[in-house]
């Protein structure tokens, strides 16, 4: 009995024990605690928009176009030593026409004959002194005041048309010329046309003889003029526009021209 007793309490001592041992024994680990979830990443920020481009500045107002001004003329008067019918009128006629055609109509030339505003002979002081504005006539006209004058011109035996131009050209005519004229009031010297020299004479007189000039009354000018009004020539010299000269001959007032 004795040894049931002491069999059932060691028994309930073990018995105990374990459930001591049980109590005792360290608790289980916590588990883990589960990890944060890593945050989302934040989104990228979205890209500032491009700032609107400035307007284009309204472009300046064309300016309103100048009106075209009127395209300014030139008119020139000029006095001719010649009269209405002859050749040399009819040539600056059509020279003004031409020149007024190539400027579109911004020169012009009105060219008078001889006794139209003034008497040709006039034209020369009347160009220098700013009167008119030019003339066209022969050098020798004006042998009076450039003695030299006549080497400029057509005279009896003298040169050839063609030996004329090669002497201005090309010989220093034409400087010599613009020389002997630059002591007057002339914008632009040139000589107009060139022809061949002089004719002796038309007469109604017999004039074979050196006697026989004596008094003949002979239109002429210039060089020519000097030498037959010559007393070793004698003849009676005297100037008519030229238009006149054949009506002069037939009435009498001129011998010879």
């Known amino acids: 009995m004795k040894r049931r007793q002491i069999l059932a309490l060691v028994l309930v001592v073990a018995l105990m024990s374990g459930l001591i041992a049980a109590s005792c024994a360290a608790p289980a680990p916590a588990p883990a605690p589960t990890p944060a979830p890593a945050p989302a990443p934040a989104p990228a920020p979205a890209p500032a928009?491009?700032?609107?481009p400035a307007p284009a500045p309204a472009p300046a107002p064309s300016p309103a176009p100048v009106p075209a001004q009127p395209a300014k003329v030139v008119k020139w008067v000029q006095v001719a030593q010649w009269?209405?019918?002859?050749?040399?009128?009819?040539w600056l006629y059509k020279r003004n026409e031409m020149l007024e055609a190539a400027s579109n109509g911004r020169f012009i030339i009105e060219s008078h004959p001889t006794g139209a505003i003034m008497h040709g002979d006039e034209a020369f002081d009347a160009t220098h002194d700013g009167t008119i504005d030019a003339l066209n006539s022969t050098m020798h006209t004006w042998?009076?005041?450039i003695s030299a004058s006549p080497l400029f011109a057509a005279r009896p035996?003298?040169?050839?048309?063609?030996?004329m131009v090669a002497w201005l050209e090309h010989a220093g005519g034409l400087d010599y010329m613009y020389e002997v004229l630059e002591p007057f009031n002339f914008g632009y010297t040139g000589y107009t046309?060139?022809?061949?020299?002089e004719d002796f004479c038309w007469s109604n007189v017999d004039m074979s003889t050196l006697e026989a000039w004596k008094g003949v009354k002979f239109r002429c000018k210039g060089f020519w003029a000097d030498v037959l009004s010559d007393p070793r020539v004698g003849a009676s010299v005297t100037t008519i526009a030229g238009a006149e000269l054949y009506a002069a001959q037939e009435k009498g007032i001129l011998d010879a021209f």
């Open 83 to 90: 009269s209405d019918p002859m050749h040399n009128m009819k």
């Open 193 to 197: 046309y060139v022809t061949t020299p």
């Open 143 to 145: 042998i009076g005041k």
């Open 157 to 163: 035996m003298g040169f050839t048309s063609t030996q």
């Open 49 to 52: 928009p491009a700032p609107a």
